[in-house]
């Protein structure tokens, strides 16, 4: 027989169930415990949540697409009236670098913040663990973006805990460098897959959510290469550059709906991605740019809650903002 508690405090769920879309409402384990009857719907998520120890059947196996949801349940008043007025945010690619300190910043910022990833789901629990620990609430979804099924399936996670989804960004990316005539089909087909037809596959997944509500904000993490191109880097340029052609046809297409669609183009940010860069080039690079530093994660960060969250922002669309140290000037 199984044992159950209701809880009404904040609470760390961990979910690992076979997909991740059905067992989002469905099954959450809490340690020992699975959380059933966590409800699809912003009032059953509010109500109390039973918990029951894990059936016998139940998967521990981890999932292709696997959640990890940290899930924090309010009181039951006070967390209806913050569910009304907090933003819900996915941001791809948010364990590490400048997705994670978009996480945390729009997290801080009172969103409910689902933090997808691909492989650390260590680190992803952490960002999780920061903004609960700041009072908001968050869900890590682990699962490969470039795949239309994950896409769906993360969209559909955030939904079936808050509701909703106002704020999408598609921040996961990956390198893949060397030069033109090296370059095997496989070194531009997954830099494509990821940092090109992921961020197609995550909004119109998300999209779908925001036009029903004729309501939302999507932002795009392209690059400078994006603009200017770079030697040793025509996969990632190409697909930056892809995801810039595509901010602006998508910001004409949903303007009418209400939804911002915006692309950052960060020039070089401190994060793993460039800590690769090896000190010759990294002079080289510092060399370029006017405000002679690379960018911090956070600086990105920033300006992505600005796009986000600010209503002065309501009014920007189609735009790509270069955040460089006015290394590309145009
Ligand atoms: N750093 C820069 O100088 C710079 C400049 C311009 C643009 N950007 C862009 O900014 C974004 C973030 O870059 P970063 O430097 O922060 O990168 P990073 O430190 O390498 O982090 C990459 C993030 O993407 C996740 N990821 C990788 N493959 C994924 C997949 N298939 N599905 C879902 N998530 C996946 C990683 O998750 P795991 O931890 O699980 O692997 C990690 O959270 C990228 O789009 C990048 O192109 C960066």
Redesign the pocket.
């Known amino acids: 027989m199984a044992s159950s508690a209701f809880i009404t405090s904040p609470i760390a769920a961990v979910l690992s169930n076979k997909t991740a879309a059905s067992a989002a409402s469905q099954r959450f384990s809490l340690g020992r415990y699975n959380i059933v009857e966590f409800g699809s719907r912003r009032s059953s998520f509010f109500s109390r949540v039973k918990l029951t120890a894990p059936s016998q059947g139940f998967s521990t196996k981890k999932p292709s697409s696997g959640v990890r949801a940290v899930a924090a349940v309010e009181p039951v008043v006070a967390g209806v009236e913050k569910a009304l007025v907090a933003p819900v945010a996915v941001v791809?690619?948010?364990?590490?670098?400048?997705?994670?300190a978009i996480a945390l910043a729009l997290g801080k910022s009172g969103c409910k913040v689902l933090v997808?990833?691909?492989?650390?789901s260590k680190?992803?629990d952490d960002v999780c663990n920061e903004i609960e620990e700041s009072g908001g609430q968050a869900l890590s979804f682990g699962?490969?973006?470039?795949k239309e099924d994950v896409a769906m399936a993360m969209i559909k996670t955030a939904v079936d805990t808050w509701g909703t989804v106002d704020v999408l960004v598609n921040?996961?990316?990956?390198?893949r460098d060397t030069l033109m005539m090296r370059m095997k089909l496989s070194q531009w087909q997954e830099v494509i897959d990821?940092?090109l037809t992921?961020v197609f596959v995550c909004t119109q997944a998300a999209a779908k959510v925001m036009m029903k509500k004729k309501k939302g904000k999507i932002i795009n993490?392209?690059?400078?290469?994006g603009l200017i191109g770079n030697a040793g880097q025509v996969n990632?340029s190409a697909a930056?550059a892809g995801v810039i052609g595509f901010t602006k046809s998508v910001a004409r297409e949903y303007a009418s709906r209400n939804i911002n669609v915006n692309a950052i183009?960060?020039?070089?940010?401190?994060?793993?991605?460039?800590s690769k860069l090896g000190e010759d080039i990294e002079k080289k690079v510092l060399a370029n740019i006017p405000l002679g530093r690379?960018?911090q994660?956070e600086e990105?960060a920033g300006l992505v809650e600005f796009l986000a969250l600010n209503p002065s922002a309501n009014y920007i669309t189609g735009q790509v903002i270069t955040i460089d140290g006015g290394m590309v000037m145009q």
Do not use: W
């Open positions: 791809t690619g948010a364990s590490r670098g400048i997705g994670k997808n990833y691909s492989r650390s680190e992803a699962g490969d973006v470039s921040n996961a990316g990956i390198t990821l940092n992921g993490i392209s690059s400078v290469v990632y930056k183009a960060p020039g070089f940010i401190a994060s793993d991605m460039t690379f960018g994660p990105v």
